[in-house]
């Protein structure tokens, strides 16, 4: 099946020679236990100019799924890209020559939520996991064809994310609306080890969104769901209270969500990860902002120590994710259809990209080596951004973007959608989606 690229008038134009230089040859680089081993010094600071992250500009449109692209990821080497699917399907991508490798059918009987690369397996090993409660693993040629694909856990319930261990091609972790979180070891066909199952203090099973392993510590685990709470777990001291309930080593919030005036809001954690080091976690809330915590210093556990505004994150289970080498920025997709980026430090705006024409934007995926960006969302099709601008981009629709954003949340708070209003905010969008581009 040949892949679907954008021709004609609706390309993005093309990289000049002088931003390229930004890119480095993806191919030379040798994987190793340091991420940042092979990497030139001045290759490392590129990634974190503050001049690369305001020329970021559409690269790529990668097109050949039929449904919302729920999820990509980049392999180790980043020479491949993996997508997944409401079609089913994943697709394998040369996302630098914007060509389709294949198009794999999952074994999946509903919406795909996840799906990476296995570490140091030569890109030739794919883990996913579904709505229908699955885990799979796909094995796939040299030539990027199935070879084959087996069911490797179930959840009894939707399985939503999976977090890799840096360092072994056999052993992941995956966790789903069930509460549950499952421990795979591929090596071992009989081995579907359930961890434990995270409960809130009422001892009611939290449906969790998001999982991830601390790079630097991998016995530690941070989980978040269906409340405003993440959870960070020790595998090897998974202790239990009376109740034989799994305790948390440690428990982050912003204070002003447990407050009981703020009973009412409801926040949920839809998104969580690690800084590269593991010093930091970022969290993104539903209907309110993204906060950075810090996981080492006890002092200042009790509460956030950065705040990142702008965006809005209501109508789906919306991501986040670090941005450079050192994590020096923090992006998001927005319900607006904007992508935004945050400096880490300053919490100030630094780019904001028009992401997805059906107005949500889910998944961010910053490559491994190079300052390159891939977003999905509702929209069919993946985008790549690199520093291809020849001119920093302009940021003078920003207070208009980020006030509409700061109303709509507000209205929601206080006027609440029903079934039937979120059904026709999703038509009017689904026609405002065909009238752009038909006249594209």
Same mark, same amino acid.
């Given at each position: 099946?040949?892949?679907?690229?954008?021709? #004609?008038?609706?390309?993005?134009?093309?990289?000049?020679?002088?931003?390229?230089?930004? =890119?480095?040859?993806?191919?030379?680089?040798?994987?190793?236990?340091?991420? =940042?081993?092979?990497?030139?010094?001045?290759?490392?600071?590129? @990634?974190?100019?503050?001049?690369?992250?305001?020329?970021?500009?559409?690269?790529?449109?990668?097109?050949?799924?039929?449904?919302?692209?729920?999820? $990509?990821?980049?392999?180790?080497? #980043?020479?491949?890209?993996?997508?997944?699917?409401?079609?089913?399907?994943?697709?394998?991508? &040369?996302?630098?020559?914007?060509?389709?490798?294949?198009?794999?059918?999952?074994?999946? *009987?509903?919406?795909?939520?996840?799906?990476?690369?296995?570490?140091?397996?030569?890109?030739?090993?794919?883990?996913?996991?579904?709505?229908?409660? %699955?885990? +799979?693993?796909?094995?796939?040629?040299?030539?990027?064809?199935?070879?084959?694909?087996?069911?490797?856990?179930?959840?009894?319930?939707?399985?939503?994310? *999976?977090?890799?261990?840096?360092?072994?091609?056999?052993?992941?972790?995956?966790?789903?609306?069930?509460?549950?979180?499952?421990?795979?070891?591929?090596?071992?066909?009989?081995? +579907?080890?359930?961890?434990?199952?995270?409960?809130?203090?009422?001892?009611?099973?939290?449906? =969790?969104?998001? $999982?991830? *392993?601390?790079?630097?510590?991998?016995?530690?685990?941070?989980?978040?769901?269906?409340?405003?709470?993440?959870?960070?777990?020790?595998?090897?001291?998974?202790? %239990?209270? !009376?109740?034989?309930?799994?305790?948390? =080593?440690?428990?982050?919030?912003?204070?002003?969500?447990?407050?009981?005036?703020?009973?009412?809001?409801?926040?949920?954690?839809?998104?969580?990860?690690?800084?590269?080091?593991?010093?930091?976690?970022?969290?993104? @809330?539903?209907?309110?902002?993204?906060?950075?915590?810090?996981?080492?210093?006890?002092?200042?556990? &009790?509460?956030? $120590?950065? +705040?990142?505004?702008?965006?809005?994150?209501?109508?789906?289970?919306?991501?986040?994710?670090?941005? #450079?080498?050192?994590?020096? @920025?923090?992006?998001?997709?927005?319900?607006?259809? !904007?992508?935004?980026?945050?400096?880490?430090?300053?919490?100030?705006?630094? %780019?904001?990209?028009?992401?997805?024409?059906?107005?949500?934007?889910?998944?961010?995926?910053?490559?491994?080596?190079?300052?390159?960006?891939?977003?999905? #969302?509702?929209?069919?099709?993946?985008? $790549?951004?690199?520093?291809?601008?020849?001119?920093?981009?302009?940021?003078?629709?920003?207070?208009?973007?980020?006030?509409?954003?700061?109303?709509?949340?507000?209205?929601?708070?206080? !006027?609440?959608?029903?079934?039937?209003?979120?059904?026709?905010?999703? *038509?009017?969008?689904?026609?405002?989606?065909?009238?752009?581009?038909?006249?594209?």
């Amino acid at each position: 099946m040949n892949c679907h690229t954008m021709g #004609g008038r609706n390309q993005p134009p093309a990289c000049s020679p002088a931003v390229t230089s930004y =890119l480095p040859n993806l191919g030379s680089r040798q994987l190793s236990h340091d991420p =940042l081993q092979g990497l030139s010094r001045l290759q490392e600071q590129c @990634y974190g100019l503050p001049s690369v992250v305001r020329r970021l500009s559409l690269q790529h449109r990668l097109e050949a799924h039929e449904g919302c692209v729920n999820c $990509i990821n980049f392999s180790g080497s #980043g020479q491949l890209l993996a997508s997944g699917s409401d079609d089913l399907h994943v697709v394998v991508w &040369d996302w630098e020559r914007g060509r389709m490798v294949s198009k794999l059918e999952s074994g999946h *009987i509903s919406n795909i939520f996840q799906a990476k690369f296995m570490p140091y397996t030569g890109e030739s090993v794919l883990v996913t996991a579904a709505r229908d409660g %699955q885990v +799979r693993c796909l094995i796939l040629s040299s030539t990027g064809s199935l070879v084959a694909s087996k069911r490797v856990a179930l959840h009894n319930d939707s399985a939503h994310k *999976i977090a890799l261990e840096p360092y072994s091609p056999d052993m992941f972790l995956s966790c789903g609306e069930d509460g549950s979180v499952l421990e795979v070891d591929l090596r071992e066909e009989a081995k +579907r080890n359930k961890l434990l199952v995270v409960k809130n203090e009422k001892r009611s099973r939290i449906p =969790l969104y998001s $999982i991830f *392993i601390d790079p630097c510590n991998t016995h530690l685990f941070a989980v978040s769901g269906r409340d405003q709470f993440a959870r960070v777990y020790d595998r090897r001291k998974l202790k %239990q209270d !009376h109740t034989s309930d799994f305790v948390p =080593l440690k428990k982050f919030c912003p204070k002003h969500l447990t407050s009981p005036e703020n009973e009412h809001m409801r926040a949920n954690v839809t998104c969580l990860v690690y800084s590269h080091n593991g010093d930091e976690l970022l969290c993104s @809330y539903n209907d309110e902002d993204i906060y950075l915590f810090n996981t080492r210093d006890e002092s200042k556990a &009790d509460d956030f $120590i950065k +705040r990142y505004q702008g965006h809005r994150n209501s109508a789906t289970v919306k991501g986040v994710n670090f941005f #450079g080498l050192r994590s020096e @920025y923090v992006v998001s997709g927005s319900d607006c259809g !904007h992508v935004f980026l945050w400096d880490k430090t300053s919490q100030q705006v630094v %780019q904001m990209l028009e992401g997805d024409h059906e107005g949500v934007v889910n998944c961010l995926e910053p490559h491994p080596h190079t300052p390159v960006l891939a977003t999905s #969302g509702l929209d069919h099709d993946i985008k $790549i951004w690199s520093p291809c601008a020849s001119q920093p981009t302009s940021l003078d629709q920003l207070d208009e973007v980020t006030k509409r954003n700061c109303n709509e949340r507000e209205d929601a708070m206080t !006027h609440p959608m029903d079934g039937y209003e979120m059904l026709m905010q999703f *038509i009017v969008r689904q026609y405002r989606r065909g009238i752009r581009v038909s006249m594209t």
